[in-house]
């Protein structure tokens, strides 16, 4: 007998490569899903999951969450899509981002992270003439030529040569400078030798795609001072990091402002809309203020994206609801029961995040920067992720991908996880499934 997950997926498989829209969506059962409401998901064949994925971080409120979607159904009884001018719902969103950011005096909006990463990197190399960038190892901007390259690259590749596709010229990553994150020493060597022809810096303040980096504050403030030296444009990547850890992003949190921001993922709660913002004086390099640098795109400001954005940002404004409040206090429990069971137990492994991200590393020593990651033990941090999703609780299974919660988790929801992931912990450490041995407890709650 098929099963209805069978079905869906030889179908899936038959029309569309992989059986999927999107690569990283093919990590195995389960992976045909019927619904999802507040903080679960249900797949084709009945089974509930606490979801910890949260479609890579974009659902922050909780799944379906009524703000949005009513929001949505009302934008649309008047709007879709005119493609003329400015909507109502346009400034509206754009105020609401203007007043959120701390660097953000002006923005545009997008339909994905990777079109903000995009122009925010267009308008750098446009409005400084050069043609250089530097990024750091690990960090993940999306799929725009410049930067598709040394995000999870094995120890022989990383900081080297190590292209994320085929069919990107050499030349357009070749121009992209490679730096460790955490490291200043290294960026400043890149500026010694290349800074006239630095555009720009980029980076996610907590490098959210390989874990979570902690940044300490002196490198970010570093960054800062350097690109002003030379005349380069800091860009702050928070589709990850903005709305998630505050309605200002992570630069509200450690008071360093960039130059320009990428935004994305959670300011729609699950609807398709991003958007990059900065200085008046960089924004009018645009060729809609008529400047050289192009901006374009049919479905920028449609209104379902921006009655999205407006009703996920309205309800973290909202002082009742103290929506970020209740991510900080989660996250920080999570971190701490997956502290003591791992120290409990023995096992090597440093449980990190920021509020409402949380990782467990599984190896010994202190993280700083990528480097630290190659001693991370894979099969470990992927087999406990992916018993995890047999227990109920859907942990993306791969190694050194995050977990999130959101605003419809609660305690019990926590309670459960914990429970959970004490069991499966467990029975690893009996199996021997874990390739160092604990010297020291730590953890970077
Ligand atoms: C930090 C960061 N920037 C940019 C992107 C690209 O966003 P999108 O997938 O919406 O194109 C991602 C996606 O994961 C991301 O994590």
Not at 129 to 156: E, L, M, T, W
Not at 220 to 245: A, P
Not at 404 to 425: C, K, M, N, P, W
Request: proline share 3%; aromatic share 8%; glycine share 10%.
């Amino acid at each position: 007998m098929v099963s209805a997950t069978q079905q869906l997926e030889v179908a899936a498989k038959a029309l569309i490569p992989g059986g999927v829209n999107s690569a990283t969506r093919n990590v195995g059962a389960p992976a045909t899903f019927a619904s999802a409401h507040g903080a679960y998901m249900t797949d084709v064949e009945g089974r509930r999951f606490t979801d910890y994925h949260a479609a890579f971080g974009a659902i922050l409120l909780g799944h379906t969450d009524e703000r949005v979607n009513d929001a949505i159904t009302a934008a649309i009884r008047d709007m879709d899509l005119v493609g003329l001018g400015a909507t109502e719902l346009e400034v509206t969103a754009a105020r609401m981002m203007v007043d959120a950011i701390p660097s953000v005096e002006m923005v545009i909006t997008t339909m994905s992270g990777s079109e903000a990463v995009f122009q925010a990197l267009r308008l750098a190399r446009g409005a400084t003439g050069r043609s250089r960038i530097v990024k750091f190892q690990g960090c993940f901007h999306g799929s725009y030529d410049a930067i598709a390259r040394n995000v999870i690259s094995p120890a022989d590749r990383a900081y080297g040569w190590d292209p994320n596709s085929s069919g990107v010229l050499d030349d357009a990553m070749q121009h992209t400078h490679i730096a460790e994150f955490n490291d200043l020493e290294s960026v400043e060597e890149i500026f010694r030798r290349y800074g006239d022809d630095i555009a720009a810096v980029i980076l996610e303040p907590v490098p959210h795609n390989v874990g979570a980096l902690l940044p300490e504050q002196a490198f970010l403030e570093g960054l800062r001072r350097i690109t002003r030296e030379h005349g380069s444009v800091l860009i702050f990547d928070e589709v990850i990091t903005g709305f998630r850890h505050a309605l200002g992003g992570y630069q509200e949190l450690c008071g360093v402002t960039p130059d320009l921001t990428t935004f994305g993922k959670a300011m729609g709660n699950g609807y398709p809309v991003a958007g990059m913002g900065g200085s008046a004086e960089l924004m009018s390099n645009f060729s809609s203020q008529g400047g050289s640098v192009m901006l374009a795109g049919t479905f920028n400001g449609n209104s379902v994206s921006m009655a999205a954005a407006i009703a996920t940002i309205g309800a973290l404004q909202d002082p009742e609801l103290r929506v970020h409040e209740h991510l900080f206090r989660l996250g920080a429990r999570m971190r701490a029961g997956l502290t003591e069971i791992t120290t409990d137990l023995e096992i090597p492994a440093v449980v990190t995040g920021v509020g409402s991200v949380f990782v467990t590393y599984f190896l010994d020593g202190a993280v700083r920067g990528y480097r630290d990651l190659l001693r991370n033990d894979d099969d470990a941090y992927a087999t406990f992720h992916r018993r995890m999703i047999d227990q109920g609780s859907y942990m993306y299974p791969m190694a050194l991908k995050r977990n999130h919660i959101s605003y419809a988790h609660t305690d019990a929801d926590v309670d459960r996880t914990l429970e959970q992931a004490g069991d499966v912990l467990a029975a690893m450490a009996r199996e021997g499934a874990f390739s160092a041995v604990r010297q020291h407890g730590r953890a970077n709650v």
